[in-house]
């Protein structure tokens, strides 16, 4: 076996997202089930065909799915930044609160008397 196959993370290095790799790739073409130290691994990894890859990252449905994904990311950070403001604010109002007064320090100081 050569370079000829990539692997998952090969395949989103890419930029494939997992429901592309499913939808426009699924199924792999080989797997193997030794890493490359020589390994043997609880699972296989599965491998697409380089040549396959490239024909479909050709394609119009893999210039949609791509779009799709890249606005996607877009929505994705802006729903986290919206929360990391949403809980700056919540943790600003509270440390901004009062906590009450336990009276530990008018008991010890009656305690030593």
């Given at each position: 076996?050569?370079?000829?196959?990539?692997?998952?993370?090969?395949?989103?290095a890419r930029g494939w997202t997992p429901g592309m790799i499913r939808a426009l790739l699924d199924p792999y073409d080989h797997e193997r089930w030794i890493n490359k130290r020589g390994h043997r691994l609880p699972k296989p990894?599965?491998?697409?065909?380089?040549?396959?890859?490239?024909?479909?990252?050709?394609?119009?449905?893999?210039?949609?799915?791509?779009?799709?994904?890249?606005?996607?990311?877009?929505?994705?950070?802006?729903?986290?930044?919206?929360?990391?403001?949403?809980?700056?604010?919540?943790?600003?109002?509270?440390?901004?609160?009062?906590?009450?007064?336990?009276?530990?320090?008018?008991?010890?100081?009656?305690?030593?008397?």
């Open positions: 076996m050569t370079d000829a196959y990539l692997t998952l993370q090969d395949l989103k990894i599965k491998l697409y065909l380089g040549t396959r890859v490239v024909q479909i990252e050709a394609t119009e449905a893999f210039g949609h799915a791509r779009e799709r994904a890249g606005a996607h990311q877009v929505v994705m950070l802006k729903a986290v930044q919206t929360r990391q403001v949403v809980n700056t604010r919540a943790l600003a109002r509270y440390e901004a609160l009062s906590l009450p007064s336990t009276g530990a320090s008018s008991r010890a100081g009656r305690e030593g008397s």
